[in-house]
């Protein structure tokens, strides 16, 4: 599989800061790269996605910023909550719903 | 979205035995994925499910360690055979939805 890296590995921020959370793939012929949200004894759950059309997607307080020139893209958290406090991974595939490959995680912890 | 359940949600299990894991989907997919988790790492693919055809396995996962069934649009099975410590993950399947993938609860698998 092709790889995707993920930075940082772990990430500390207070109530009301901005997270920002990176990633960088190597496969052009990705097309998918979605964010899921992880919490301790789940199932990652879809945060939100993007295609490779738009440079940014926002969604509430998260929002995705995509370089399709670096290969990169990166989640935004604004107004940063505790019940944030998950872990973040990013993926990207050929296809949306297709096979994905996932970056190693982030883990992050809001702090009251 | 998909509602996605999976049996058993843990378990505790002896080396050289095998356990199949159980996922059920609320409506008709046509393709439905397995990933193994590993503690504290990010989810990598085990092998991709179609209904009436044999699971196609990543680099690395055989058949005869994961066999895989995929009797209707809704279910799947996934086994973990003759069972090693290594073997302890959790184990999630997930289902694609036009412009998104979904995942299960996971099955937390201990193996002694």
């Known amino acids: 599989q092709q790889q995707v890296k993920q930075s940082p590995q772990s990430l500390i921020v207070q109530k009301g800061g901005i997270s920002i959370i990176n990633c960088a793939y190597e496969?052009?012929?990705?097309?998918?790269f979605p964010w899921y949200q992880q919490f301790p004894g789940k199932g990652p759950a879809l945060l939100i996605a993007?295609?490779?059309?738009?440079s940014e997607k926002k969604e509430g307080r998260f929002t995705i910023s995509f370089n399709k020139s670096a290969k990169q893209f990166s989640l935004h958290i604004m107004d940063s909550q505790p019940g944030d406090s998950a872990t973040y991974f990013c993926?990207?595939?050929?296809?949306?719903?297709?096979?994905?490959?996932f970056g190693e995680g982030t883990q992050l912890t809001v702090n009251p | 979205s998909a509602v996605i359940s999976q049996k058993p949600s843990r378990d505790i299990c002896q080396r050289g035995t095998s356990l199949t894991i159980q996922c059920q989907v609320d409506?008709?997919?046509?393709?439905m994925f397995w990933y193994r988790q590993q503690p504290g790492q990010s989810l990598t693919l085990i092998a991709t499910?179609?209904?009436?055809?044999?699971?196609?396995?990543e680099s690395g996962f055989v058949i005869d360690k994961f066999p895989i069934s995929r009797p209707n649009l809704t279910f799947s099975t996934l086994t973990v055979s003759n069972m090693s410590p290594e073997d302890s993950s959790i184990y999630l399947c997930?289902?694609?939805?036009?412009?998104?993938?979904?995942f299960g609860p996971g099955t937390r698998l201990t193996v002694l």
């Open positions: 409506s008709q997919v046509t393709m």
């Open positions: 997930s289902v694609e939805r036009p412009n998104e993938q979904f």
């Open positions: 496969n052009t012929a990705f097309d998918y």
């Open positions: 499910a179609n209904q009436g055809s044999e699971a196609t396995y």
């Open positions: 993007i295609r490779p059309d738009v």
């Open positions: 993926a990207a595939s050929k296809l949306s719903g297709s096979r994905l490959t």
